[in-house]
């Protein structure tokens, strides 16, 4: 019975309990985090229940009230947004469990329970985005997350106020753009299910009226994936939040946005609108092409390694633009692959700079010098995960990669192989730089071997609660890049839409 | 072929990986127990490899799929002749050089032994990988293992100059890499497998061009590591890395897995009939001839003797690729058998300069005069080692170089032939000052009596450089290196 219902749980309870959090936090503060993370872990379990009915009974269809479609709200779970669901589960319930220390030195104490009901919330709003099947409920649930993610953010260090209000500005924007999109589909036919509009959209696939509301489309949830050059909110949003907020948002809400470009442009809209009808595609690859190289510049220039992540997320996007512009089925495979493996590399790396944050203080590259004799532990999680978005297998970034520049060459669109390559070498100049400041101690030429002066080898101060997430992501990276073929054959291949 | 299906590869290789992990928790506090491991990791790691041997010889493949990946791509190993040849000189030489680094690391009292000794178990790790592998898939993901575990040992000394080399390293093999990678996109996309045959499996698939691309690309790639030149620049600067780790990793590991994957390239993927058709045989040729004699003429201007040897390497490297690039069955034959007998060589004459290291501090040929009296057995040895090098009899270097020569002859390239020789000769022109100054000038900067290296660093140059004569006596001894090597031309010509 409870299996049934598994798609409107996975909403609901993070968004009641997001509420009862603020309430019992009024009474007892501490009791707020075990709450969020029973809920997390709950979350979990359903977003594996979806995935295994998926995978064992194709697509679920589920109708809220038991209104049918199109007229009632659906939420309809394929392969593609089970297998989002559940990373997004695990991503968030790993970062709520390192939340619980790393928050100590950055949110006051007070202000902890509107914390937890924030994240909470956000984590619905991301959960809702990716299991509806209605483009309006897609408006508001984009909208939850969005709030609570200017919100949250605004928790963070001097400055962090102003960035999250750009962000709101620009978020709003993006909004705004997606909703006149929805707007003009349901002037043209009508409708608001994504399944209907599959349907009916075809035959008006000639309309001047419907390639605008398209274009909304894409520039609301661009705004809000970050894709260049309307990236401008993120660098400074994700930088200035607590390093927690940083961890939640930076893997998953960009990530979210581009599962939903592609639930745009290959479910809702069929992908011949952007392949033969208009050159979609060309204009996403070359706004890929151009916003990688860019974001790639622009994060050597970065000393902080926040910011400097933070560019990588951008260019990490025109990644997954990449693979959906090679309108194949291996570059939308590995653009899938991407989505998931970049959820956990961005975890991964904003988990270990808050870490070495919460240690010492610094986010600033140059001053982790010596760095390796007091966080060891942490530092080997940052190379898993700098190795793996260099591209360097077994770790899963490579795996990705592997595909997208399968998709580049069958679409023999060369300028985009050539961007995956160079800028993966950019990357290795990135983290090298990093790993070298971190791990290197630049002596004399015949200096005795015996130092001195030198912090001795001791293991990280950092809590427990906070190593053991960054361990399990880190070897979710290696396991996601060892099992990247089983992933593929038994969930990704299906989520890849037929016609391709 | 008949194939075994068998976990002996994964355990040969996991042996080398369980024992770094084993090292890096042991740490420092407790030194024996990690060199324990270390020794321990690599005599099962060399038992596990030889068990295989008796299949291989028969013609056998012992086969072992990790995990498939995508429709024609799986993580696979597959242990083949020629993969066994490269698989048997990196897990032999590893236990040699294990002995020798537990001697020169605490003979200079290293700083991070724990990083190296974890780092260079992670490189045998890459190493044997690279040997072992089925496809170019999972010879890729051992190949970037292999760079990546290298570059601390590069740095390790963590000097500026240190880290430089450390730089310019990871520039030219990691730049080296993404041609690779593009070559493995555009082969998959041609043929749809990645998996090697002898003989090659890109005929017919693809325009001319395109392939001739595709080849180039391939050989810029696994070129880097190979240390073609003019993209050799890293391997002479990389000699800054304490002696051990140039002994095996530049003249073993590293940079044979760069001439190992640049043979699989030309011998296992395009085919001696594809080249041919393409001409681009001889075109390689031509380049790496221009290596093989011009890194002899610049070792004639080295002082240091690490550098000099360094580019020794980098003629040998090339004339491997230059025997392959003649596609005769003797040429064939005589640049698999150059690969581990170079390495016995090699690894002998890298020792020998540690060893000095180790107890006068010397680096200079200049200020070595007269050190045959202070350590008349490491320069026994290296005399031994650059004999081999020159290719006289009967050290193993002749056996190889023969064949060469023959190979040269069959392919009807008099030019080719013309090449070794000269080559040898500066090899000789090279070499032999350093054997006269040590033996027979009066001693300036060291000790006129003996005054030998720790035993811990001079039992394994003994070693190798016995080795070595006696390949050179009984090619086929012990591990079947000859024999190996025939049959790979065999069934790469043949079949």
């Known amino acids: 019975m409870i299996l049934e219902q598994l798609p409107a749980l996975i909403v609901v309870t993070p968004l009641i309990l997001s509420l009862v959090v603020n309430v019992v936090g009024l009474w007892d503060k501490r009791l707020c985090f075990p709450i969020v993370a029973v809920t997390l872990f709950a979350c979990l379990i359903w977003a594996i229940g979806i995935l295994w009915r998926v995978i064992d009974h194709g697509t679920i269809h589920y109708c809220f009230g038991n209104w049918q479609p199109p007229w009632g709200i659906e939420y309809v779970i394929d392969h593609l947004n089970a297998l989002v669901l559940v990373s997004v589960a695990v991503v968030s319930l790993l970062v709520a469990i390192y939340a619980k220390r790393a928050v100590d030195q950055e949110i006051p104490e007070s202000k902890l329970p509107q914390f937890y009901t924030l994240f909470l919330l956000q984590v619905t709003g991301l959960f809702g985005i990716t299991a509806t099947g209605d483009m309006f409920n897609l408006y508001v649930l984009l909208e939850i997350a969005s709030f609570s993610a200017y919100a949250i953010i605004a928790m963070g260090e001097r400055g962090a106020d102003f960035a999250a209000f750009r962000y709101l500005i620009f978020g709003t924007i993006g909004a705004c753009a997606y909703l006149l999109g929805v707007g003009y589909l349901y002037i043209l036919t009508g409708s608001l299910n994504m399944a209907d509009l599959t349907q009916l959209l075809p035959k008006l696939f000639y309309s001047k009226a419907l390639l605008v509301g398209f274009s909304f489309f894409l520039v609301g949830v661009g705004i809000k994936m970050g894709i260049f050059p309307l990236h401008t909110w993120l660098p400074d949003a994700y930088t200035l939040a607590p390093s927690t907020v940083s961890a939640l948002l930076a893997p998953l809400y960009t990530k979210v946005g581009a599962y939903v470009i592609i639930r745009i442009i290959f479910t809702v809209f069929d992908p011949s609108f952007s392949i033969k009808l208009y050159p979609v595609m060309d204009i996403l690859g070359w706004i890929a092409a151009i916003g990688i190289m860019f974001a790639c510049i622009m994060a050597l220039a970065q000393s902080d390694l926040k910011r400097m992540l933070c560019y990588v997320i951008v260019a990490e996007m025109g990644y997954i633009l990449i693979g959906i512009a090679s309108a194949n089925r291996l570059g939308l495979t590995g653009a899938i692959l991407h989505i998931v493996n970049d959820m956990f590399m961005m975890a991964c790396l904003f988990t270990v700079a808050g870490a070495i944050f919460y240690q010492t203080g610094t986010r600033n590259i140059y001053q982790f010098r010596y760095l390796h004799r007091t966080m060891p532990v942490t530092l080997a999680v940052f190379v898993v995960g700098a190795l793996s978005v260099v591209g360097v297998p077994p770790m899963c970034g490579f795996f990705s990669k592997w595909y997208l520049i399968l998709g580049t060459i069958q679409a023999e669109k060369w300028v985009l192989l050539a961007v995956l390559l160079i800028s993966s070498l950019i990357y290795a100049i990135l983290f090298f730089r990093v790993i070298e400041n971190a791990y290197l101690e630049p002596r004399e030429a015949h200096a005795s071997a015996h130092d001195s002066g030198h912090p001795a080898v001791t293991l990280d101060k950092v809590p427990w609660s906070m190593l053991v997430p960054m361990l399990l992501i880190a070897a979710g990276i290696i396991l996601l890049g060892i099992f990247s073929g089983k992933i593929i054959m038994h969930i990704i291949q299906f989520a890849v839409p037929e016609s391709l | ?495």
């Open chain 2, 1 to 495: 072929m008949e194939t075994v299906h068998s976990t002996t590869p994964l355990l040969a290789l996991l042996a080398s990986l369980i024992g770094a992990f084993l090292i890096l928790f042991t740490g420092g506090k407790r030194p024996n127990l990690r060199e324990l491991w270390t020794i321990l990791a690599a005599v099962t790691k060399f038992a596990f490899i030889c068990s295989m041997l008796p299949y291989v010889l028969q013609g056998k493949i012992v086969e072992y799929t990790i995990i498939e990946i995508y429709k024609g791509i799986a993580l696979q190993l597959r242990v083949d002749t020629f993969g066994m040849i490269f698989a048997l000189l990196a897990s032999c030489l590893w236990i040699v050089v294990s002995v020798y680094s537990v001697g020169y690391m605490r003979g200079l009292s290293e700083h991070a032994q724990t990083r190296y000794f974890f780092c260079f178990a992670l490189a045998l790790f890459g190493a044997t990988g690279v040997a072992l592998s089925g496809n170019l898939f999972t010879l890729y993901m051992f190949y970037e293992i292999l760079t990546i575990a290298t570059f601390p040992l590069v740095v390790h000394k963590e000097t500026p100059e240190a880290i430089k080399a450390g730089r310019k390293y990871l520039a030219y093999l990691l730049t080296g890499a993404t041609f690779v990678l593009f070559s493995m996109g555009l082969t998959y996309y041609l043929t749809g497998t990645l998996d090697f045959a002898p003989g090659g499996f890109v005929a017919g698939h693809g325009s001319k061009e395109l392939l001739s691309l595709l080849f180039v690309a391939f050989i810029i790639g696994f070129g880097s590591k190979a240390a073609i030149m003019p993209i050799h620049e890293w391997l002479p600067s990389a000699m800054i890395a304490p002696t051990p780790v140039s002994a095996l990793l530049h003249a073993v590991a590293v940079v044979k897995a760069g001439v190992f994957c640049c043979l699989r390239v030309i011998l296992y993927i395009f085919g001696p009939e594809v080249l041919s058709d393409l001409g681009l045989w001889i075109t390689l040729a031509y380049f790496v001839s221009f290596s093989v004699i011009v890194a002899n003429i610049i070792a004639l201007t080295q002082d240091d003797l690490k550098r000099r040897l360094a580019f020794s390497t980098i003629n040998n490297l090339s004339i491997i690729i230059l025997g392959a690039a003649l596609l005769s069955s003797q040429g064939i034959r005589g640049a698999m058998l150059l690969i581990p007998f170079h390495g016995f060589m090699k690894i002998t004459l890298f020792m020998c300069a540690g060893a000095i290291y180790v107890k006068t501090h010397l680096e200079n040929i200049s200020e070595m005069e007269g050190i045959g009296r202070q350590m008349p057995i490491t320069m026994a040895a290296f005399t031994i080692g650059a004999a081999g090098l020159t290719g006289i009899p009967p050290v193993c270097g002749f056996i190889s170089k023969w064949y060469l020569c023959l190979g040269a002859l069959e392919a009807k390239e008099i030019i080719f032939l013309m090449v070794l020789l000269v080559s040898a000769l500066l090899d000789g022109a090279y070499f032999f000052p350093i054997i006269y100054g040590a033996f027979f000038k009066r001693p300036k900067f060291v000790k006129s009596k003996f005054d030998e290296a720790p035993v811990l660093v001079v039992a394994p140059i003994v070693i190798t450089a016995i080795g070595s004569l006696l390949f050179g006596l009984f090619p086929d001894a012990f591990i079947h290196f000859f024999k190996l090597a025939s049959l790979s031309a065999k069934n790469i010509l043949g079949g």
